[in-house]
């Protein structure tokens, strides 16, 4: 793994001062008046927690306004390589207690992805892991099964590569499954439980792949509906 310098560091620590002050400050705004009580401490801390998460979603999402993740091999000392490191950095101390814990509901979860920059269509979830939103996108009706990882960074070595992951409409992916960084997976395509979909693989429309790793192993077909309504 490619060492994360200390000017990414920095960046990184002065924005997580000025998020916890300003979620503080936000908690006192709010509830700083709340009568004293046997659950008023729990009260602040639960509010305290919602404008923390929040407010991080908010500078994160400002940073990538100024510091976009691109796409390609991130060159040591580039800002592309800076902007991937701190991206890294909100990840493992920040958004990995929401986004690898089953704490918060998969309908919420969607808003949180939505929130990071990912781009779900509609009745789109993910009962599994985006571990790099703003880099995923999913069309209309897909599911990412629970525990399943999809992920868009290549981390090997010294080697450190930022690819999109393209995941169509009604698309399956099953629990445990792993969809590694440039997968296009079409329409309608399914990918078993605890598959591995290696880097760069097309999956394409209607197809089901399965297996460690990932191979196809036939291709769906559409129910055929019969004229008659008394046939089935």
Known sequence: MRKITPPQ??????????????????????????????????????????????????????FLRFLPLRQGPQAAGTRAEFAAQVNILFYLMIFNSLVRTH??????????????????????????????PALTTMGERSIVGHDAVVFAHVIEGDRFELATVHIGSDVTIGAHAVVMPDVVIGDGA????????????????????GGVPARRISTTEPRAHSANPHAE
């Open 190 to 209: 399914i990918v078993s439980v605890g598959a591995v979909v290696t880097k760069g693989t097309r999956i394409g429309p209607g197809e089901i792949w």
């Open 103 to 132: 704490f918060v509901p998969v309908p919420l979860m969607r808003l949180v992805y939505l929130a990071l920059g990912a781009r779900l269509g509609r009745h789109s979830y993910a009962a599994g892991a985006l571990l790099d």
């Open 9 to 62: 560091i920095a960046c990184f620590t002065a924005m997580c001062i000025a998020i916890v002050a300003a979620s503080l400050g936000g908690t006192w705004l709010l509830l700083g008046d709340l009568p004293l009580g046997r659950f008023s401490g729990v009260v602040m801390f639960a509010c305290w927690v919602v404008i923390f998460y929040a407010t991080a979603i908010l500078f994160y999402r400002v």
